[in-house]
């Protein structure tokens, strides 16, 4: 079980290897410190310090194969799938190193991720989000109901399914399959939630229903989302991080970045839409 965040930590701390942030007004729930991943000889990222604060929606934007993919990676201890992914660092979650939990299924418990392509099992509607809290050893029958219709109605997905829980999740449409995703990752109740470009094929339309969805969660729990549409990060992030050739070049608060505040150029750039 992950412990309570760290009521030491130092809420003042930089936020950005290159700049920093208005002050933290409470202990941040996710802190990272020295940050650096590399793929063999590759390095994919390095030098990233970053403090998330608990219920905000953090927007990371920039190129690709700037190494925003790999930042979510390392939060939730993915590199231990991959074999040639190294990550230097520290990484703090609720006041633990997560490289010290040694139950990583409990660590993702506590953090749920959703992929830019909905990967359904294949299960049931009813069984995909029903799989976590049975294996947490939910098996009432009236309970995994309760949760499916919670979490499905989080997803706005509920009224879509409801009449057919049993038929296959692959069988949905992209963008009920990404909201079956969502719905799946909040059945294990995260803390926090990594969305890495969710919207890259969905259409618009259910695009601004899950942005709707990510507006009403974020008053319980504490979301990073990595999306290639600034406009996106414009719209539902407190603040934004601009990642660049596998660095972190600036964080402020998102409306300031889109309002002339941003202080390095190749953030401006970017905005402006003159690469990326």
Same mark, same amino acid.
């Given at each position: 079980?992950?412990?309570?965040?760290?009521?030491?930590?130092?809420?003042?701390?930089?936020?950005?290897?290159?700049?920093?942030?208005?002050?933290?007004?409470?202990?941040?729930?996710?802190?990272?410190?020295?940050?650096?991943?590399?793929?063999?000889?590759?390095?994919?990222?390095?030098?990233?310090?970053?403090?998330?604060?608990?219920?905000? #929606? /953090?927007?990371?934007?920039?190129?690709?194969?700037?190494?925003?993919?790999?930042?979510?990676?390392?939060?939730?201890?993915?590199?231990?799938?991959?074999?040639?992914?190294?990550?230097?660092?520290?990484?703090?979650?609720?006041?633990?190193?997560?490289?010290?939990?040694?139950?990583?299924?409990?660590?993702?418990?506590? #953090?749920?991720?959703? /992929?830019?392509?909905?990967?359904?099992?294949?299960?049931?509607?009813?069984?995909?989000?029903?799989?976590?809290?049975?294996?947490?050893?939910?098996?009432?029958?009236?309970?995994?109901?309760?949760?499916?219709?919670?979490?499905?109605?989080?997803?706005?997905?509920?009224?879509?399914?409801?009449?057919?829980?049993?038929?296959?999740?692959?069988?949905?449409?992209?963008?009920?399959?990404?909201? =079956?995703?969502?719905?799946?990752?909040?059945?294990?109740?995260?803390?926090?939630?990594?969305?890495?470009? /969710?919207?890259?094929?969905?259409?618009?339309?259910?695009?601004?229903?899950?942005?709707?969805? =990510?507006?009403?969660?974020?008053?319980?729990?504490? #979301?990073?989302?990595?999306?290639?549409?600034?406009?996106?990060?414009?719209? =539902?992030?407190?603040?934004?991080?601009?990642?660049?050739?596998?660095?972190?070049?600036?964080?402020?608060?998102?409306?300031?970045?889109?309002?002339?505040?941003?202080?390095?150029?190749?953030? #401006?750039?970017?905005?402006?839409?003159? /690469?990326?």
């Amino acid at each position: 079980m992950v412990n309570p965040p760290n009521s030491n930590a130092n809420p003042n701390a930089a936020t950005s290897a290159t700049a920093s942030a208005s002050p933290l007004p409470s202990a941040p729930l996710l802190s990272v410190r020295g940050l650096a991943i590399r793929y063999g000889a590759k390095v994919a990222l390095q030098g990233v310090d970053i403090d998330i604060r608990p219920n905000e #929606i /953090f927007g990371i934007i920039g190129p690709a194969n700037a190494g925003k993919t790999s930042f979510l990676r390392a939060i939730n201890r993915m590199d231990e799938f991959v074999p040639s992914m190294r990550v230097d660092g520290n990484i703090t979650f609720a006041g633990r190193d997560v490289r010290t939990i040694r139950n990583l299924y409990a660590l993702r418990s506590h #953090i749920g991720v959703v /992929f830019p392509l909905p990967v359904g099992l294949p299960l049931s509607i009813f069984d995909n989000v029903a799989l976590s809290p049975r294996l947490r050893g939910r098996r009432q029958k009236a309970d995994l109901e309760e949760i499916v219709e919670r979490c499905l109605r989080r997803a706005a997905l509920w009224d879509e399914v409801k009449d057919r829980l049993q038929t296959l999740g692959s069988l949905l449409s992209g963008g009920q399959q990404q909201r =079956l995703t969502i719905a799946r990752a909040l059945s294990q109740d995260p803390e926090l939630l990594l969305l890495d470009e /969710f919207s890259i094929a969905v259409d618009p339309v259910t695009t601004m229903r899950i942005e709707e969805v =990510l507006k009403e969660l974020r008053q319980e729990l504490t #979301i990073v989302l990595v999306t290639n549409l600034v406009q996106q990060a414009r719209r =539902l992030a407190a603040r934004t991080a601009f990642f660049l050739g596998g660095r972190c070049i600036e964080i402020a608060a998102t409306e300031d970045l889109f309002s002339g505040g941003a202080k390095d150029q190749r953030t #401006i750039d970017y905005l402006e839409g003159r /690469f990326g």
